[in-house]
């Protein structure tokens, strides 16, 4: 997964996809964790996509959103270049969920390497200080000024930051030990987990009918996790990706801690007065720099070095930093320039497509009774996302 701003919403897999901070009912790696707006109460309950750093996706969008609708100074999140045009926003759409669906399976091939699949503290690590670094680039004020940088203490950001390095490492280490589709359909759990801790936490509710879209959600997960955790049947089988039992562990702790960011991403961005972007570039140095002190102790390197790693290797893993730039670029523009409806389109989009192609590199048929699982799952979750819209138009009305 890798962390971006994205994540920082959902919010989607940064995947293990790196600067992202969350689009799809996953998201949230490099997907913690869809891109819709419900009114303060419901923002709470939206997950991140995509910071996966991987991550998660839908997170991003409803903290940037609160820039304009908490009533922040506008001199603090000044808006991006003025344009409105439909080819723009659709092309920072395709942008997006190019970049969003390729950190997730470049990911999984850098973590299907063994020497690898261990030195996640590293990946991550790689991932946040990219994730500054562009960050930092476009806060330029004599550049592209997207926002106005603004510094908070180290005491109020290091819970946050530790908190965001567990949201990407540990959905980056159920990608390493489970199949893509488990990984990305195990992403749906955010959004019952958040708002199981937001009515715990604070007391919020969501309508009786969007909780009741919510159970065969999680059922379908349920039954995915079950089936893909199988061994094959057949010696001739031997070739289809499974879910470890860890790769399951991984995922479950994985959606905690995402929920767990998700909620303090909410909490911070009303503490500090600061915009998801803000908030992130203060984060990703502080977790970057907090995980060197732990890699030497608990990342497992190749035997024969880094150095040694196959140039491929090397280009997969550049190619992931770019997919997670790329995520939190787009994730700007799209968040400026389209409405609920479409930013929720566009994660079951990336979600629907993630599945789906991670069925087919699985090697799966299609009389696998994990599709039942991921049928229903999907059905779950997008039902969710038809009755909070529904729930919005009427406020609006009112």
């Known amino acids: 997964m890798s962390l971006s701003v994205e994540q920082m919403q959902r919010t989607d897999s940064f995947s293990s996809s790196s600067t992202a901070t969350p689009t799809s009912p996953q998201e949230n790696g490099n997907e913690k964790l869809a891109h819709m707006r419900f009114g303060d109460d419901e923002e709470k309950l939206r997950p991140p996509d995509e910071l996966d750093i991987g991550f998660d996706e839908h997170e991003d969008d409803t903290l940037l959103r609160r820039e304009v609708d908490d ?161 094959p049947s057949a010696p001739s089988l031997s070739t289809i990706t499974t879910t470890s039992p860890l790769g399951v562990l991984f995922a479950l702790l994985g959606v905690f801690f995402s929920s767990l960011y998700t909620i303090f991403i909410s909490s911070y961005h009303r503490r500090l007065q600061m915009s998801s972007m803000q908030l992130l570039l203060n984060q990703a140095p502080v977790a970057a720099i907090a995980l060197l002190y732990v890699i030497p102790f608990v990342d497992v390197f190749p035997e024969s070095g880094v150095a040694a790693l196959p140039a491929s290797r090397w280009v997969l893993i550049l190619l992931s930093g770019l997919f997670a730039s790329l995520i939190n670029i787009s994730q700007f523009f799209i968040v400026a320039q389209t409405g609920p409806v479409s930013s929720t389109v566009v994660g079951h989009v990336k979600t629907c497509t993630i599945v789906a192609m991670g069925w087919v590199v699985s090697g799966r048929g299609v009389g696998d009774w994990s599709v039942v699982g991921v049928l229903i799952a999907l059905g779950g979750i997008i039902s969710y996302s038809v009755v909070m819209l529904r729930e919005k138009a009427k406020e609006a009305r009112r």
């Not at 199949?179 to 715990?200: E, G, K």
């Open 71 to 231: 009533g922040h100074p506008q001199e603090e999140t000044p808006p991006p270049p003025k344009t409105t045009s439909f080819t723009t926003a659709m092309m920072w759409m395709a942008v997006n969920t190019i970049a969003t669906i390729g950190i997730v399976f470049t990911n999984k091939a850098i973590f299907s390497d063994p020497s690898l699949k261990l030195a996640q503290l590293s990946f991550a690590a790689f991932h946040f200080f990219l994730t500054w670094l562009v960050l930092w680039t476009i806060s330029r004020p004599t550049t592209f000024a997207f926002f106005v940088p603004r510094r908070a203490s180290l005491r109020d950001i290091l819970p946050l930051s530790l908190t965001m390095a567990l949201n990407v490492i540990l959905p980056n280490l159920s990608l390493a030990f489970s199949s893509i589709t488990f990984y990305q359909l195990a992403r749906i759990l955010l959004t019952p987990t958040v708002a199981t801790m937001n009515y715990l936490l604070y007391g919020s509710t969501l309508p009786p009918r969007a909780v009741l879209a919510l159970i065969p959600a999680c059922l379908g997960v349920g039954i995915v996790s079950y089936y893909d955790s199988l061994p």
